[in-house]
């Protein structure tokens, strides 16, 4: 019998790297705590057990919040190993594990030394606050971090405006530049090399997050000045923004992709993210925007010449992902931007692709003329099925089901599947395709939601 050995791929090799620095520092971090700490976990007594918890409760609190900065720092190598999708579903839950060491922290430190001095909880608190300007900051610093995890449920139950998660989500900087000073005076992090290796941690996460967040879009805008060419009504309510600039040969992406984008225009300056809605050309690039917002509703009134910073290309949700030759695509709504760029980068190889695109009215739907166009130039390999929610002769109407998946696309559990729209639209789909008995491992999407 032989036996085939595989060897992993590249992006399994960088993530497995990834995940052993990961625990490497994971284990340096509690391998200072014990070392400086083993004093007070070997004499519990008169409120040690109490001081060792609550330092290695701060420890790990400043860890997991460098880990949040890798998360949102649009390290873009980082995220493409990855994927957006996945980063925001473990920064949203290691957003819960910051606020719970860094509560922690203090109170298991506040109760360890009034055991220890004989004194009241709250005469212990004031003596930090009082008596150490280092506390006294991360003391603010951990008001400001419960204040962003309260604003953030509130938020995104509300369904708050997305400018407020921006501005809330802002804050954070200043909390950790509050608390930096607090973190080099603790007994575990005093001196010696246990200072040198925290400071390297620390500098060369902020030190990713600068470059990748702020310095790179800034280069990449000097580089290429992205400027506004025009702006297309594309239906009632949705408008595309094609940017031009300088070297666009070099601004390259893959169909499907996303981008930062961050108009240099009074009351639109905060950064949004928007799919690429055209495939590359090497002359310009187009973004397709609905609106459904305060901001997305000033697309339409954005003057050619206005100057764009493109933080960008970004995301997993390319065909290079795909193990199948062919596609099916659904769209709910505007998630049909990045699937228009992806059906147009198939089209020149004669890939089998069949859409589902769906829209409340004949006039909602985006780029109907040009998917006509894509058809002709495919010969049959391109079919869209158009699925309005008001009954119009012609098309079909209602929701984007079993029985219509089944039915517009028989062989569709040959395919790979790209979903794009609305969270509540993507889950029900992936439920579908699952209860049909497809392979979840064949389904691609990516929520764009905060």
């Keep these: 019998m032989e036996f085939y050995f595989s ?51 701060g420890l790990l609190g400043q860890y997991a919040i460098l880990i949040q900065l ?18 925001n579903k473990v ?11 860094l509560l922690t922290h203090p109170i298991f430190l506040v109760v360890g030394n009034a055991k220890a001095n004989g004194v ?20 603010f610093a951990l008001l400001i971090f419960i204040l962003i995890v309260f604003l953030s449920i509130v938020i995104v139950r509300r369904k708050l405006r997305y400018e407020t998660w921006y501005f809330t989500h802002l804050l954070t900087y200043l909390a950790i530049w509050l608390a930096f000073e607090h973190q080099l005076n603790t007994g575990d992090l005093r001196d010696g090399w246990a200072l040198s290796y925290w400071y390297t941690l620390n500098f060369t996460v902020f030190g990713l997050v600068l470059v990748y967040r702020f310095l790179r879009p800034l280069y990449s805008f000097a580089r290429h000045r992205f400027v506004i060419e025009r702006v297309v009504q594309e239906t009632p309510d949705t408008y595309s923004l094609y940017l031009t600039g300088h070297h666009m040969e070099e601004f390259t992406f893959e169909a499907g992709q996303y981008a930062n984008l ?100 004949v006039q909602d739907i985006a780029f ?24 119009t002769e012609g098309y079909e109407s209602g929701f984007i089901d079993k029985e219509k998946i089944v039915r517009l696309v028989p062989d569709f559990y040959t395919r790979e599947v790209f979903l794009c729209g609305p969270p509540p639209m993507m889950k029900i789909m992936v439920e579908n395709l699952k209860g049909l008995g497809f392979d979840e491992r ?6 764009f939601s905060f």
């Design 7 to 57: 060897p992993p791929s590249k992006t399994a090799v960088k993530k497995f790297l990834i995940y052993v620095l990961f625990a490497s520092n994971l284990v340096t971090i509690l391998f200072l705590w014990w070392t400086n700490s083993s004093y007070y976990i070997q004499n519990p007594e008169d409120g040690h057990l109490e001081v060792a918890l609550g330092r290695i409760a």
């Design 70 to 87: 890798m998360l949102v720092g649009r390290v873009r190598w980082f995220e493409h190993l990855f994927g957006f999708d996945r980063l």
């Design 91 to 101: 920064h949203r839950w290691i957003g819960y594990s910051i606020l719970s060491l």
């Design 120 to 139: 009241p909880l709250l005469s212990q608190l004031a003596d930090f606050l009082a008596n150490k300007e280092d506390v006294l900051n991360a003391f």
């Design 262 to 361: 961050t108009v240099l225009k009074r009351n639109m300056w905060y950064t949004h993210p928007f799919s690429f809605s055209a495939d590359y050309n090497g002359k310009n690039i187009r973004f397709s925007i609905k609106g459904l917002g305060d901001y997305t509703k000033q697309i339409k009134d954005i003057t050619p010449g206005t100057s764009v910073i493109v933080d960008g290309p970004l995301g997993l949700f390319v065909e290079s992902r795909a193990t199948r030759d062919k596609f099916l695509f659904i769209a709910g709504g505007i998630g049909i931007t990045p699937l228009r760029a992806m059906i147009e980068s198939l089209a020149p190889k004669k890939k089998d692709v069949v859409l589902l695109c769906g829209s409340r009215t």
């Design 368 to 391: 109907k003329n040009e998917f006509e166009l894509l058809k002709q130039q495919t010969n049959g390999t391109l079919t869209v099925h158009h699925i309005l929610g008001t009954p």
């Design 442 to 447: 064949h389904i691609h999407y990516e929520k």
